[in-house]
């Protein structure tokens, strides 16, 4: 079986890669950096239709593909420039959905059936001050993922997303667990931790393999989308944990 990670040398997309490999996939990695198979640029649509042309030069339509390519961005929405609109919706958004495009169109065209799972976040639907652009753009990915399973589902072609909470890899920008903003995510999230890209890539496979489930998006957050900023029991604890007053 034939498989496309695109954002495969890096992060969730790496480790995706490597997991599929030892499953024994033929895995063919697109990037614009590190190992790769083929370099493109998703928000590129004539660097997505080259990378798909030269994909299917080398062998079959890929029936298992993920899209993990994305960026972040940080920044209040008073402050923010419509050129990094653009930029952060070209990749997340556009991006995405031109890589599954290419990927349906491929399959449709030899009638095979196939699993497409994009990487949207779990701030698709949290709503993160700071973030405002980013969560726009997986909010937008999500949406996509859901009419394309609509539209993709009588060709046998299920699509999916997994939503990723804070995750090791090279977006965090090298903030180190347990310092600074991630301190307080970490607190919130139940399993008291960020998750790692292998993780994540387990959440992934498990969306290509479940072959009555499309039009899904999976988070994989370690239960950081179940916090809400009222947390009246995180208050109850803090009282709880208060020292007691010495009796007068």
């Known amino acids: 079986m034939r498989a496309l990670v695109v954002g495969g040398a890096s992060g969730i997309g790496a480790a995706l890669a490597a997991r599929q490999r030892d499953d ?20 590129d649509a004539a660097a997505v239709q080259r ?32 050129d990094e609109w653009d930029h952060v919706m070209g990749v997340n958004a556009k991006g995405s959905w031109l890589v599954m495009r290419a990927a349906a169109q491929a399959l449709m065209a030899v009638g095979a059936p ?9 701030s698709a639907h949290i709503v993160d001050r700071n973030m405002g652009l980013y969560c726009a753009s997986k909010a937008a990915l999500s949406m996509v993922v859901k009419v394309a399973a609509a539209e993709w589902g009588p060709s046998g072609i299920r699509v999916n997303a997994v939503g990723p909470g804070p995750t090791d890899t090279p ?28 993780e994540v890539a387990d959440a992934i496979v498990a969306m290509h393999a479940l072959g009555w489930v499309t039009g899904q998006v999976l988070d994989a957050d370690g239960g950081l989308g179940l916090a809400s900023p009222v947390d009246s029991y995180g208050w109850v604890q803090a009282r709880r944990n208060q020292p007691s007053s010495p009796p007068d």
Not at 24 to 43: A, K, P, Q
């Open 51 to 82: 990378a798909m042309t030269e994909t299917l030069d080398g062998g079959p339509a890929p029936e298992v593909v993920t899209v993990c390519a994305g960026i972040g961005h940080a920044g209040l929405l008073t402050d923010a420039t419509p």
């Open 24 to 43: 024994g996939l033929d895995v063919v990695v697109w990037d614009v950096i590190g190992e790769r198979d083929m370099t493109c640029d998703v928000s």
């Open 171 to 198: 977006m965090l920008g090298g903030t180190l667990p347990g310092t600074s903003w991630l301190e307080p995510v970490e607190g919130r999230t139940p399993m008291g931790r960020i998750g790692s890209p292998e």
């Open 114 to 122: 196939g699993s497409i799972v994009a990487t949207s976040s779990v």
